[in-house]
């Protein structure tokens, strides 16, 4: 019996922290489409997200391709079909790993800093402060990160994808021999917009789960310091946990037959 | 009391936190152009009391009326509406971090009454200049000053939008005598000049003393006791003769463990 006791309040805690998640998510949506919008804001938070991710996107996305093009030739190269490299560098890139490596290091990155910024805020009585001064703390600090979040976040994938294919481009033409043109036609042959369309729409899902997730838990954080802290881990574990399930759902609305 | 009319008036005011009974039937009246001063221990709900009236925590059940106008369970609208009257100090200065001084204290004039931004750095020099502080500190990020100079700009950001009412949390709580002796004055001659009215919390004696008209009390969830300032010492009454005069012996009992 105590079991199911047990059982029962995990359930119902589940239930009410997804409520009170449902709720943020909609007040802080509504915000984001109506005025004033604080546009010096929004500005800044595209550079951090946008501008300040670059290098550290860049280069996951590199590695990735260089080494998503040697194990692909390992492995095809059992049953001759090392043709295929450059066509499963190019899909593998723009449909799954330029989005989700880009998602992961961008809920790092910006997911954590959200959440100790805007905890400390918290803890500081400075979102307090912000209601004394006719503020509304969601429409100041959360609406132009989640905003941010949503457009930057594409264009951050549209690079990775470039370097990424990029990348195993170089391995396969320097180390696997590949012919330049040749490895260049049949990246371009069996691309389709889908595949780059389905990645910036998963882009554009993943940045704004790095950011609600960064400011809800950010927004909720209690105590001091170590308040703050868990708020930081609580932000970059859940972001990356949703990323990884709307991943699976979106491919599934995209490419289920 | 003022006999100029009630500015704010609470009545049967209740707020738990789980089990945790914090105000239990607050009854409490200020006059407009009155300086009340709210004292207690700490832990003892001072906090809590402020952050109701201001609609930051919602009160389980009771009233509260500033100007008349019942504001438990009013409209978003309404309540910001309502906060434009207000001005507050917070106990840690609450400064915005990522933005200079200036900025923070101007920060109501733009972002909550939509001023130009020249105009409203003009005002924030001049807010700074009435608590002694100088236009270059303008410049500064809050992270670049003293605890001191931190309560002034706090005062200043308090002051700019010209407050119907303000609200002191501890203000010179982490202050040198010296320096809490000056922004006591401070307080009063910004209050003074604003005709503005005023509630403060605090357990320092010398603060309520100096910045209050009248006291009350608050003890286990409760206003005790409450009169001028200048009955405090003759109050009678044995929980606030053991507060001001800090004795370890007396019917208060201090939890060791909150």
New interface residues.
């Given amino acids: 019996m105590n079991f199911v006791a047990a059982v029962g309040r995990v359930f119902l805690a589940f239930l009410e922290a997804t409520g009170r998640l449902a709720l943020f998510t909609g007040a802080s949506v509504a915000y984001c489409v109506t005025p004033p919008f604080y546009l010096r804001l929004i500005g800044r938070q595209m550079i951090d997200i946008g501008y300040y991710s670059l290098p550290v996107v860049g280069l996951t996305a590199t590695f990735t391709g260089m080494v998503l093009a040697l194990q692909s030739y390992t492995g095809f190269a059992r049953f001759e079909a090392e043709g295929a490299v450059a066509t499963v560098v190019v899909l593998s890139m723009t449909r799954e790993l330029g989005p989700v490596m880009a998602g992961l290091m961008v809920a790092g990155r910006i997911g954590a800093a959200m959440a100790a910024e805007i905890g400390t805020m918290r803890v500081t009585e400075q979102i307090d402060a912000l209601t004394t001064l006719s503020t509304n703390p969601l429409k100041y600090l959360v609406a132009p990160r989640l905003i941010a979040g949503l457009t930057m976040l594409p264009l951050l994938v549209v690079v990775a994808d470039i370097i990424g294919v990029f990348g195993g481009f170089v391995v396969s033409v320097s180390k696997l021999g590949f012919n330049p043109a040749a490895y260049l036609k049949s990246t371009f042959d069996y691309l389709e917009r889908i595949d780059v369309v389905s990645g910036l729409v998963k882009a554009a899902v993943f940045g704004f789960i790095v950011a609600l997730m960064g400011c809800y838990s950010g927004y909720n954080s209690k105590g001091g310091a170590q308040g703050v802290g868990s708020a930081t881990t609580t932000a970059v574990v859940s972001a990356s946990v949703l990323i990884l399930c709307f991943n699976y759902i979106i491919t599934e609305l995209f490419f289920s037959r | 009391m003022s006999d100029r009319g009630i500015k704010i008036s609470v009545r049967d005011l209740h707020k738990s936190f789980g089990s945790k009974v914090v105000l239990d039937g607050i009854n409490l009246d200020i006059g407009v152009g009155e300086s009340l001063v709210v004292i207690g221990g700490s832990g003892s709900g001072k906090s809590v009391l402020i952050?109701c009236i201001?609609?930051?925590l919602v009160p389980d059940s009771g009233s509260i009326k500033i100007d008349g106008e019942e504001t438990v369970g009013i409209s978003r609208g309404g309540r910001?509406r309502v906060?434009?009257k207000?001005?507050?100090l917070?106990?840690?200065s609450?400064?915005?971090?990522s933005l200079p001084v200036w900025e923070n204290v101007a920060?109501?004039l733009i972002?909550?009454?939509?001023m130009d931004r020249n105009e409203a750095k003009k005002i924030a020099i001049e807010k700074l200049a009435a608590v002694g502080l100088g236009p270059e500190v303008g410049e500064l990020s809050p992270a670049e000053l003293s605890g001191g100079m931190q309560k002034r700009v706090a005062l200043a950001?308090a002051i700019a939008?010209q407050p119907e009412v303000i609200?002191f949390d501890e203000p010179t709580t982490g202050l040198d005598p010296i320096m809490g002796d000056i922004i006591n004055s401070l307080i009063l001659t910004c209050v003074k000049r604003l005709g503005a009215t005023a509630l403060s919390i605090t357990h320092d004696m010398a603060s309520t003393r100096k910045i209050a008209d009248r006291v009350a009390m608050i003890y286990d969830g409760k206003i005790i006791w409450e009169g001028p300032v200048s009955k405090i010492d003759h109050s009678g009454n044995a929980y606030v003769e053991q507060f001001i005069h800090g004795k370890e012996e007396g019917p208060i009992k201090m939890a060791v463990r909150g």
Avoid: N, S, Y
Wanted: glycine share 24%; hydrophobic share 45%; proline share 0%.
């Fill in positions: 952050k201001l609609g930051i910001e906060l434009k207000f001005g507050m917070f106990q840690g609450a400064l915005f971090d920060f109501g972002q909550g009454r939509g950001r939008a609200f």
